[in-house]
């Protein structure tokens, strides 16, 4: 059975700095784009990062600057570097990989930026 499992999540000050980690296992990792989406309370779910199987990353106005996604082949592992944190990062972020019909989801992990 495929897994997507996150971690690195907690509670950050604003202006810090966290960095999320999704292991993969059970699939071709190198073959899948790799994204991050974030969903806040009451709201819909949304990308934030995303990487594709050839390395080209792409973001939103909302977090491009602040944010670095980053994915090791070897590991299998996907990353998202979070730097200059605001309260309205606040949310749970997902791993997703997708390839062709295949597309799947972690559990997802709470970032909360509050003082």
């Known amino acids: 059975q495929v897994q997507l499992v996150e971690s690195g999540g907690g509670l950050v000050q604003p202006g810090g700095s966290l960095r999320l980690s999704c292991a993969a296992s059970r699939i071709m990792f190198s073959f899948y784009n790799m994204g991050w989406y974030r969903q806040a309370p009451g709201k819909q779910r949304e990308l934030v990062a995303a990487?594709?199987?050839?390395?080209?990353?792409n973001y939103p106005d909302s977090v491009k600057g602040r944010f670095t996604i980053s994915r090791d082949n070897v590991k299998n592992t996907v990353y998202l570097q979070m730097s200059s944190l605001k309260p309205e990062d606040t949310a749970v972020y997902y791993c997703n990989a997708r390839h062709g019909p295949y597309d799947y989801w972690g559990q997802g992990t709470q970032v909360t930026v509050s003082l």
């Open positions: 990487i594709s199987s050839g390395g080209s990353t």
